[in-house]
Each structure stands twice: as C-alpha cells, then as structure tokens.
C-alpha cells in the first residue's frame, strides 16, 4: 500500500500516519522527522535545512528527493510505506512518480485531509511529542492516558518544535497555498485523490481513512 498524507500543516498527517502504521504496519517516511533528525545530528543537510525550517519555508527539492528516494529503496519500504509531508511542490511530485516508476510500482491513493486555516493554528500552538518515541499528543485535544508519562513507551519527557509558534505557522500556510495546494490538481487528474474532513474528531477521521485503505 503506497499513500500520500496531503493537507496544510497540523491538518493530522502525522497523527492519522502513526495510526496507519500500527494498523497496516508499512513506515511512515515524514520528511519533517528526517529533516529534523539531521538538524539535530548536524549533518550537512541538517546545517543548510535549519534556518530555512525555523522560518518555516521549504527546503529545496533537491535534499528532500535526495533523501525519499535513498529511504524509499530500504527493505522495509518493500510492501508499502505513507508519505507525510512529501511531497510538497510539483517538482517533488514528479519526483515522486518517476522514483515508483523506476521501482515498478505506483501510488494507490492520496489522501487529503482538510481543516479550516483557524483550526490548523489552534492545533499547532498545543501540539508536542514524545522525546523518546515520537508518539504526538496535544494540550487539550489529545492528551497521554496518565498526564506527563507517554501512552506508548512510558516516558516522561517531551518536546515541542521550535516552528510551531504563530509567527512561523504564518509563513508556513503560505508555502502550502502557494506550492502544495496544486498538488490537489496533480493527483485529482491523475484519478488518485481523496479528500476527507479533517475538522472531524481524530477517531472519526482515522475511521474515515480506515474506509478508504479497506476498500483498495
Ligand atoms: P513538517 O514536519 O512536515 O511540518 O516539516 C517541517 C519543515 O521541514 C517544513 O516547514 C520545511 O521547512 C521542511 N520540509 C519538510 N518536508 C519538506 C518537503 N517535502 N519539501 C520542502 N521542505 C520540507
């Protein structure tokens, strides 16, 4: 099964990810994890993608299909995998296309999930995550079973992202009206697209998705 999470940010791509990766058990590829992870571990990429991440505009084509396309060839991307936050411009569409072509295989479905600009502001201020397993929660919508301790791997610790504040999340909207929202036109001609309410409760969104990847 091969998906693609498309919406603005905090529309619930990552959160409706997780999910599908514990049901279907197939990798979430969140170019956003993997950018971060390079920024914290001060790799090259991680040094010319932190200052446009923390002003929350995009990193150029090039190092994000660099990296899909080296992640995607890994053994466990064999039966499938979730795009979360890739791709983001037409040029990494297209990219996209021709590194399944090259492996033989397609997409089944882009899935976009769709949340008024007002929502998607209110969600970012409170979302955080796991340090340690990356499990997402949020101050009011989603908080942990036991306050202050992980439902899933029992940490106490966790940590919020330096773009998630107001000014940044601004900016952030803009590159996905101006270079992602296309994208919707791309993968509606093209028969993939399917567009569900993300205003919806988390639970009724994940049975929403559950639906569409049962019926493939
Ligand atoms: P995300 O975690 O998906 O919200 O991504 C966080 C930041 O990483 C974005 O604001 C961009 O700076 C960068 N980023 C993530 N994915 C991409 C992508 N596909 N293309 C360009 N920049 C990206």
């Known amino acids: 099964m091969r998906l693609i999470l498309l919406g603005p940010p905090g529309a619930g791509k990552g959160t409706q990810a997780q999910r599908i990766v514990e049901k279907y058990g197939i990798p979430q590829l969140s170019t956003g994890d993997m950018l971060r992870a390079a920024v914290a571990a001060q790799t090259e990429i991680g040094k010319q993608a932190k200052a446009l991440m923390d002003a929350g505009k995009l990193v150029s084509d ?5 990296i899909v396309s080296e992640r995607i060839d890994a053994d466990d991307c064999a039966k499938g995998f979730i795009l979360d936050g890739f791709p983001r411009t037409l040029a990494q569409a297209d990219a996209t296309e021709a590194m399944l072509a090259r492996k033989g295989v397609s997409l ?11 929502v998607l502001a209110q969600r970012i201020a409170g979302r955080y995550t796991c340090a340690n397993c990356g499990t997402g929660y949020h101050d009011t919508n989603l908080k942990p079973k036991v306050e ?6 029992g940490s106490t610790e966790f940590k919020r992202r330096p773009d998630d504040n107001a000014e940044t999340v601004m900016t952030r909207l803009q590159a996905y009206y101006k270079e992602t929202s296309p994208l919707i036109g791309y993968y ?19 049975a929403e998705i559950d639906k569409i990847l049962s019926s493939l």
């Open 148 to 153: 202050g301790v992980c439902d899933k791997c």
């Open 108 to 118: 089944d479905k882009v899935i976009e999930i769709r949340v008024e600009d007002e």
């Open 188 to 206: 509606y001609a093209k028969g993939k697209l399917v567009s569900i309410d993300g205003m919806a409760a988390i639970e009724d969104v994940t």
């Open 62 to 66: 090039d190092v994000v299909i660099g």
